[in-house]
């Protein structure tokens, strides 16, 4: 259906046509083990993780400016070091705490946070990595070694949460990778959207929505009070729920920080908002169409943080924080990270304000990032939240 208007995108190089054409033959293979089509979910996770295949399973270069994107802590240092400071005042208080980061990308935040620590003295015994991606777990320990030889002893990769974790758990988008439905309202009820294979080109069609899905969707809008408009489309993670909930079984005291472009649900279901919250991007041009470019482009979804605080509450956490990246940074420790900027060379001086600018304007990642702060026990509320919480608004 979305042929007609596809986005004008750079062309591939011919390795990477040639390995999104096998990633495409392998989403046909299981279309056709499937009768036909794929839930988006199902063609997401695909596109994504399938083994050897997938963009975050394969070797394409994803972050930093010869990648696809630029992520937080690919901008900047500071991201990770004013983090760190956040980090430094829950390990403080957790005795024996430790720090788990879920999806690691290219090891940049770690070395940001293990330098900042050992800087600030408050390094913890051990910081823990999850990845599902076995080709990025490999190009973070390379990537360790070489920038941080002194501290990478305390680095390890595991392949399961942890069953007892004290201390802080860290997700710099993540969330936002996690496959999602798409629906689309009728007057009928609510539809699946499904892919399928329309002449060698992916295509969506609609489908009477399982249960699961047609569930999830009437309960939004029962709790919005309204019925969403004929025709409307948009996302929902149906596994987002399960993974905050493994996330609390891991948490046994302490503070997960959960950073993602993310909205709550009342924003996510506007009704002017009405084809969904899907992101792609590839070579540094972001737009809308998922169904190209399988395996070698970014497929992502903004969250509805309103999700993540209830599973996190259902699951015996408390929200501790919710604000935009801007207040997150600025309540966190910016000033206390720029206070040699005076002393730079000047060129280090416009690198670092073109940086942090990025990190904190609206129109940049300053406002539609979020963090979210989900603990357990007692510790106090990170300090980076005392300028601005908009928990209320969830
Ligand atoms: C958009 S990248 C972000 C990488 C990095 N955190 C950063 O900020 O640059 C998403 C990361 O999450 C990982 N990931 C996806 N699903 C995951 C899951 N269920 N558990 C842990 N990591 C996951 C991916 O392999 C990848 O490393």
Redesign the pocket.
């Known amino acids: 259906m979305q042929h007609d208007d596809r986005p004008v995108l750079p062309r591939p190089d011919a390795i990477s046509a040639e390995h999104s054409a096998h990633v495409a033959d392998f989403i046909r293979a299981r279309m056709a083990d499937a009768g036909g089509s794929l839930s988006f979910a199902e063609y997401m996770q695909h596109a994504l993780?399938a083994p050897g295949l997938g963009y975050?399973a394969a070797g394409s270069r994803?972050?930093g400016a010869d990648g696809d994107?630029v992520?937080?802590?690919?901008v900047s240092p500071v991201f990770g070091r004013v983090l760190a400071r956040q980090c430094a005042e829950v390990l403080a208080e957790v005795e024996g705490g430790a720090i788990l980061e879920?999806?690691?990308?290219?090891g940049?935040?770690a070395r940001d946070i293990l330098e900042t620590l050992a800087r600030l003295d408050a390094l913890p015994g051990r910081y823990e990595i999850?990845?599902?991606?076995a080709e990025?777990q490999e190009r973070q320990a390379r990537y360790l070694r070489a920038e941080i030889p002194e501290l990478v002893s305390l680095v390890s990769w595991l392949d399961m949460p942890p069953a007892n974790h004290k201390g802080v758990i860290i997700?710099?988008?993540?969330l936002?990778?996690?496959p999602v439905e798409r629906f689309v309202r009728s007057d009928a009820g609510v539809k699946q959207l499904r892919v399928t294979d329309d002449s060698g080109v992916f295509a969506i069609v609609e489908a009477p929505a399982p249960d699961i899905l047609s569930n999830a969707v009437l309960a939004i809008e029962a709790e919005l009070g309204q019925v969403l408009p004929v025709g409307f489309v948009s996302d929902i993670s149906l596994g987002l729920p399960g993974?905050v909930d493994a996330l609390a079984h891991t948490l046994q005291h302490g503070v997960a920080f959960l950073f993602d472009y993310g909205v709550t649900r009342r924003e996510y279901y506007a009704a002017e908002r009405s084809d969904g919250w899907l992101r792609c991007h590839f070579r540094h041009h972001a737009h809308n169409d998922p169904l190209i470019l399988a395996g070698i482009q970014?497929i992502?979804a903004w969250v509805d943080f309103s999700t993540v605080a209830e599973a996190g509450r259902n699951s015996g956490l408390d929200v501790a924080g919710y604000s935009a990246q801007a207040q997150f940074l600025l309540g966190g420790g910016l000033d206390a990270e720029m206070h040699e900027f005076a002393s730079l060379p000047l060129a280090s001086q416009l690198e670092l304000s073109g940086q942090v600018k990025t990190l904190t304007l609206p129109g940049a990642m300053g406002e539609h990032f979020k963090c979210m702060a989900l603990r357990r026990g007692d510790v106090r509320t990170p300090t980076a939240f005392r300028m601005a919480d908009r928990t209320h608004t969830l």
């Open positions: 993780y975050y994803k972050f994107f992520t937080a802590p690919e879920y999806g690691a990308g290219s940049k935040l999850l990845e599902v991606s990025l997700a710099n988008e993540v936002d990778a996690l993974w970014d992502t």
